[in-house]
C-alpha cells in the first residue's frame, strides 16, 4: 500500500507455523475506473502528507460503492480495523453487499444482525450505536463516514470523532458536501480528495444527460406563508401549501405530456403527499405504488423490483428513495417538496442520472413543480467541490445562488421571498397551475446551445420575467447572457412578450412598460421607446399604435 497508516502488518512467524495455508476463493473484486483509481491515489497522498480526517466526495453515478469498497479492502490487506458508519438500517445490507463483493468479513453493530467482534470490519448503524457500547474500547484504526454530510454530524459520529476513536484515520464520504445546519465538513475535516464533476462524469459517458422541465415560479406553490424549521421549509406548513388536489393533478397531466410510459420517482412532502400522487397516476389508469418509512425492507425491494421491471411505472415517496435507492433505469423524477437543502436536491436529482444502455435510456428528465433548480441550481453548473465551513459556506462546489432586490439592490440568496432591508416580497397572493412546465437549462447546457429557435425561447422567457417583475429589457439581455454567454440578437425581441399579433391593450401595455423602464433607466425617452416597441411589436408599429392612441384620447 502506498500510505504508511495503511500499511500491510507482518505475518507473525508463530501464526505462519500454527495456521496451515488455506486457499482463499476471493471474489473477483469490481473493476475501478481511472478516475476512481486517481481517486483513491490521491486518497493515500493526503494520508501520506498527514492529513487524518479526510472528505471523499463523489456525486451520484461516480461510483461512492466501488471506491469505498476499494479503501476498505485495502485497510484489511493492509492488517487495519475498520468501523462503518451508516445512517439508515437500509443501508447496513446494502453495505454488506458491498464488502462481500470485496471478499471482504464482517462483523455487525445493528439489531438483528449477528455480532462477529473479532471481525476485522464492523458495519455499525448508529442508532444501534447509541444503545451499545462495546465498540466504544474497539481498536479502530480507520472510521469511514458513509454519507458523511449526517453520519458525522450525529451525535454518534461526533463521538468517535471526537471522544472515543480520536487517533484513528477517519474518511468521511459524501456527495453533498454543504448541509443545511450551521456546522460543515470543513469544520471538522482537514481537507478533500474529489471524483470529476457531474458534467465531466456526462461527457465521459458515465452519467445520464438530462432534460429540466419546470413552470414559471408565479405558478407554483406559494410558499409565503412556509415558516422554516431546523434550517429546511417546515413540513407542516409545506403541506398545506404543496398537498393540493390542483398541484397534484397538474403533474400528472404534464407527466402525460412529457414523460409518458417512463419509469418514474416522485419525492413528496410527507406520507399522505405521497399517497394522494400515487392514488392520483392510479386514477388515471397508470400503475402507482408508494414507498415510506414504515415499508418493510422486502416490500421496499419487490416495489424496486416491480420498477425495475415495467410492471410499476410510477413509485413516490417521502424521504426513502432520496439516499441509498439505486435503480439506474428509471427516467424521470418529480420534484414536489420544495427544499433549501442542496444536499437534498442533488441527492433527488442524482437517481435519475444514473446510465441504463440495458433499457434504452437516452436521459433523465426532472419535472420540477418545487422551485428547487431555480433555488439550489443545476448539477452540470458545479465547476468544483470545496469543503464548506459555517463562517464562509460556499455550496456544493460553486456560489450558492443569489438574487438582486429589485427595490433597493440588496443581494440575497435565491430562496429568500422577503428583502431583509425593503421588505420587498417576491411573492404575492396569486393563483398557481396556470401555466405549462416548459424546458429549462443549466448555464452550462445553455451556453452549449447553437439551434437559433431555442435560442430565441430562452431570451423569449427572460424578457417576459422583465416584463412581469416590471424590470427593463436590459435586465432580460443580462440574464439571457449569464446563461447563455451570447448577446441576444435584436431581432430576437419580435413577439416575446405577447406573440406576433398582440391586441391594442396588449400594445398600450407594452407602450406603458416601456415608458416606466426608460423612466427608471435616468431619462431615455422618445427614441429609445420607438426603438424598443418596434422590436417588440415590428416595423412601422409604434405609428399604428400611436395613431391609435391618439384616437381613444380623442
Same mark, same amino acid.
Given at each position: 500500500?502506498?500510505?504508511?497508516?495503511?500499511?500491510?502488518?507482518?505475518?507473525?512467524?508463530?501464526?505462519?507455523?500454527?495456521? *496451515?495455508?488455506?486457499?482463499?476463493?476471493?471474489?473477483?473484486?469490481?473493476? &475501478? /475506473? +481511472?478516475?476512481?483509481? $486517481? =481517486?483513491?491515489?490521491? %486518497?493515500?497522498?493526503?494520508?501520506?502528507?498527514?492529513?487524518?480526517?479526510?472528505?471523499?466526495?463523489?456525486?451520484?453515478?461516480?461510483?461512492?460503492?466501488?471506491?469505498?469498497?476499494?479503501?476498505?479492502?485495502?485497510?484489511?490487506?493492509?492488517?487495519?480495523?475498520?468501523?462503518?458508519?451508516?445512517?439508515?438500517?437500509?443501508?447496513?445490507?446494502?453495505?454488506?453487499?458491498?464488502?462481500?463483493?470485496?471478499?471482504?468479513?464482517?462483523?455487525?453493530?445493528?439489531?438483528?444482525?449477528?455480532?462477529?467482534?473479532?471481525?476485522?470490519?464492523?458495519?455499525?448503524?448508529?442508532?444501534?450505536?447509541?444503545?451499545?457500547?462495546?465498540?466504544?474500547?474497539?481498536?479502530?484504526?480507520?472510521?469511514?463516514?458513509?454519507?458523511?454530510?449526517?453520519?458525522?454530524?450525529?451525535?454518534?459520529?461526533?463521538?468517535?470523532?471526537?471522544?472515543?476513536? *480520536?487517533?484513528?484515520?477517519?474518511?468521511?464520504?459524501?456527495?453533498?458536501? &454543504? /448541509? +443545511?445546519?450551521?456546522? $460543515? =465538513?470543513?469544520?471538522? %475535516?482537514?481537507?478533500?480528495?474529489?471524483?470529476?464533476?457531474?458534467?465531466?462524469?456526462?461527457?465521459?459517458?458515465?452519467?445520464?444527460?438530462?432534460?429540466?422541465?419546470?413552470?414559471?415560479?408565479?405558478?407554483?406553490?406559494?410558499?409565503?406563508?412556509?415558516?422554516?424549521?431546523?434550517?429546511?421549509?417546515?413540513?407542516?406548513?409545506?403541506?398545506?401549501?404543496?398537498?393540493?388536489?390542483?398541484?397534484?393533478?397538474?403533474?400528472?397531466?404534464?407527466?402525460?405530456?412529457?414523460?409518458?410510459?417512463?419509469?418514474?420517482?416522485?419525492?413528496?412532502?410527507?406520507?399522505?403527499?405521497?399517497?394522494?400522487?400515487?392514488?392520483?397516476?392510479?386514477?388515471?389508469?397508470?400503475?402507482?405504488?408508494?414507498?415510506?418509512?414504515?415499508?418493510?425492507?422486502?416490500?421496499?425491494?419487490?416495489?424496486?423490483?416491480?420498477?425495475?421491471?415495467?410492471?410499476?411505472?410510477?413509485?413516490?415517496?417521502?424521504?426513502?428513495?432520496?439516499?441509498?435507492?439505486?435503480?439506474?433505469?428509471?427516467?424521470?423524477?418529480?420534484?414536489?417538496?420544495?427544499?433549501?437543502?442542496?444536499?437534498?436536491?442533488?441527492?433527488?436529482?442524482?437517481?435519475?442520472?444514473?446510465?441504463?444502455?440495458?433499457?434504452?435510456?437516452?436521459?433523465?428528465?426532472?419535472?420540477?413543480?418545487?422551485?428547487?433548480?431555480?433555488?439550489?441550481?443545476?448539477?452540470?453548473?458545479?465547476?468544483?467541490?470545496?469543503?464548506?465551513?459555517?463562517?464562509?459556506?460556499?455550496?456544493?462546489?460553486?456560489?450558492?445562488?443569489?438574487?438582486?432586490?429589485?427595490?433597493?439592490?440588496?443581494?440575497?440568496?435565491?430562496?429568500?421571498?422577503?428583502?431583509?432591508?425593503?421588505?420587498?416580497?417576491?411573492?404575492?397572493?396569486?393563483?398557481?397551475?396556470?401555466?405549462?412546465?416548459?424546458?429549462?437549462?443549466?448555464?452550462?447546457?445553455?451556453?452549449?446551445?447553437?439551434?437559433?429557435?431555442?435560442?430565441?425561447?430562452?431570451?423569449?422567457?427572460?424578457?417576459?420575467?422583465?416584463?412581469?417583475?416590471?424590470?427593463?429589457?436590459?435586465?432580460?439581455?443580462?440574464?439571457?447572457?449569464?446563461?447563455?454567454?451570447?448577446?441576444?440578437?435584436?431581432?430576437?425581441?419580435?413577439?416575446?412578450?405577447?406573440?406576433?399579433?398582440?391586441?391594442?391593450?396588449?400594445?398600450?401595455?407594452?407602450?406603458?412598460?416601456?415608458?416606466?423602464?426608460?423612466?427608471?433607466?435616468?431619462?431615455?425617452?422618445?427614441?429609445?421607446?420607438?426603438?424598443?416597441?418596434?422590436?417588440?411589436?415590428?416595423?412601422?408599429?409604434?405609428?399604428?399604435?400611436?395613431?391609435?392612441?391618439?384616437?381613444?384620447?380623442?
Amino acid at each position: 500500500m502506498p500510505d504508511s497508516s495503511l500499511s500491510t502488518s507482518p505475518i507473525s512467524e508463530e501464526t505462519e507455523l500454527d495456521q *496451515p495455508p488455506v486457499p482463499e476463493t476471493r471474489p473477483e473484486p469490481p473493476k &475501478l /475506473r +481511472l478516475y476512481q483509481v $486517481q =481517486l483513491v491515489n490521491d %486518497l493515500y497522498k493526503e494520508l501520506n502528507e498527514g492529513h487524518k480526517r479526510i472528505a471523499i466526495i463523489a456525486g451520484t453515478g461516480a461510483g461512492k460503492t466501488i471506491i469505498s469498497g476499494q479503501i476498505c479492502a485495502h485497510a484489511e490487506e493492509a492488517g487495519k480495523r475498520l468501523m462503518f458508519l451508516v445512517h439508515l438500517d437500509v443501508l447496513v445490507g446494502q453495505t454488506y453487499e458491498k464488502m462481500k463483493a470485496f471478499g471482504l468479513q464482517c462483523g455487525f453493530i445493528k439489531a438483528g444482525w449477528e455480532e462477529n467482534r473479532d471481525a476485522p470490519i464492523q458495519i455499525a448503524s448508529i442508532q444501534t450505536m447509541a444503545k451499545r457500547r462495546w465498540w466504544q474500547k474497539w481498536p479502530a484504526d480507520v472510521v469511514f463516514y458513509d454519507e458523511g454530510h449526517i453520519t458525522l454530524f450525529s451525535q454518534v459520529g461526533k463521538k468517535v470523532m471526537l471522544k472515543t476513536h *480520536p487517533q484513528a484515520v477517519h474518511l468521511v464520504m459524501t456527495a453533498t458536501p &454543504l /448541509r +443545511l445546519g450551521k456546522e $460543515q =465538513l470543513g469544520d471538522y %475535516l482537514d481537507t478533500l480528495v474529489s471524483s470529476p464533476v457531474p458534467n465531466v462524469l456526462q461527457d465521459m459517458g458515465y452519467l445520464a444527460t438530462m432534460k429540466y422541465y419546470s413552470m414559471p415560479r408565479d405558478s407554483m406553490a406559494n410558499l409565503e406563508d412556509v415558516k422554516t424549521a431546523r434550517g429546511d421549509y417546515d413540513e407542516r406548513d409545506l403541506k398545506n401549501a404543496c398537498d393540493r388536489t390542483e398541484l397534484v393533478e397538474k403533474i400528472v397531466e404534464e407527466w402525460f405530456r412529457i414523460g409518458h410510459k417512463k419509469r418514474t420517482i416522485a419525492f413528496c412532502v410527507d406520507i399522505e403527499h405521497a399517497n394522494n400522487v400515487a392514488k392520483a397516476f392510479r386514477k388515471a389508469g397508470i400503475s402507482a405504488d408508494t414507498v415510506d418509512g414504515n415499508t418493510s425492507i422486502k416490500d421496499r425491494k419487490k416495489l424496486y423490483h416491480a420498477l425495475k421491471t415495467g410492471e410499476l411505472l410510477v413509485l413516490t415517496s417521502c424521504n426513502v428513495i432520496s439516499i441509498g435507492f439505486d435503480e439506474p433505469s428509471v427516467e424521470v423524477g418529480l420534484m414536489l417538496r420544495p427544499t433549501k437543502s442542496s444536499a437534498m436536491h442533488f441527492q433527488q436529482l442524482g437517481r435519475v442520472m444514473r446510465i441504463s444502455p440495458q433499457t434504452g435510456k437516452a436521459y433523465g428528465i426532472i419535472l420540477d413543480q418545487a422551485g428547487n433548480l431555480e433555488r439550489l441550481g443545476f448539477p452540470e453548473d458545479v465547476e468544483e467541490y470545496s469543503l464548506p465551513t459555517k463562517n464562509a459556506s460556499t455550496g456544493d462546489g460553486g456560489a450558492a445562488p443569489t438574487k438582486p432586490c429589485p427595490a433597493c439592490g440588496r443581494i440575497v440568496l435565491a430562496f429568500i421571498v422577503k428583502c431583509p432591508d425593503c421588505a420587498h416580497q417576491w411573492i404575492s397572493d396569486r393563483p398557481i397551475n396556470t401555466e405549462d412546465m416548459i424546458e429549462i437549462y443549466s448555464k452550462s447546457q445553455a451556453s452549449q446551445i447553437r439551434d437559433v429557435p431555442t435560442l430565441i425561447e430562452l431570451y423569449h422567457g427572460h424578457r417576459r420575467r422583465a416584463f412581469k417583475k416590471g424590470r427593463g429589457p436590459a435586465w432580460a439581455d443580462r440574464a439571457f447572457y449569464e446563461q447563455c454567454d451570447r448577446e441576444p440578437h435584436p431581432s430576437w425581441c419580435y413577439g416575446s412578450l405577447f406573440g406576433a399579433r398582440p391586441t391594442w391593450d396588449e400594445q398600450l401595455e407594452i407602450v406603458d412598460y416601456l415608458y416606466e423602464s426608460a423612466r427608471r433607466g435616468g431619462g431615455k425617452m422618445g427614441d429609445w421607446v420607438i426603438q424598443e416597441f418596434e422590436k417588440e411589436v415590428g416595423p412601422g408599429s409604434w405609428f399604428k399604435i400611436a395613431e391609435y392612441k391618439s384616437r381613444l384620447e380623442e
